[in-house]
């Protein structure tokens, strides 16, 4: 099994910054990919930022340009930077992983952690 363990979510202006942290742990052979989606209510999950295993990025037009995603390889942990927030950036943050097991790919999610942007 594969646990995913988000930290960094919070209460925070317009115009503020947060860092979400998300560490993998558990059993598998390598990550293929890690990234961010986000669920604001009444509204459907959507991709906020994606990492894969070289390194290329893709990113929601929303958010290019304010935030960053990153990838600490050795640590197993996936990093999402959060700038110039906005109201509309509201919304529960999941983290989400694509590993190796054996010889599948299995997706896997996180609890989830809600970032409030609001004055």
């Known amino acids: 099994q594969v646990q995913l363990v988000e930290s960094g979510g919070g209460l925070v202006q317009p115009g503020g910054s947060l860092r979400l942290s998300c560490a993998a742990s558990?059993?598998?052979?390598?990550?293929?990919?890690m990234g961010w989606y986000r669920q604001a209510p009444g509204k459907e999950r959507e991709l906020v930022a994606v990492?894969?295993?070289?390194?290329?990025?893709n990113y929601a037009d929303s958010v290019k340009g304010r935030f960053t995603i990153s990838r600490d390889n050795a640590k197993n942990t996936v990093y999402l930077q959060m700038n110039s927030l906005k109201p509309e950036d509201t919304a529960v943050y999941y983290c989400?992983?694509?590993?190796?097991?054996?010889?599948?790919?299995?997706?896997?999610w996180g609890q989830g952690t809600q970032v409030t942007v609001s004055s």
């Open positions: 989400n992983a694509v590993v190796r097991r054996g010889i599948d790919d299995y997706r896997y």
């Open positions: 558990g059993s598998f052979v390598a990550i293929n990919a």
């Open positions: 990492i894969i295993s070289g390194g290329s990025t």
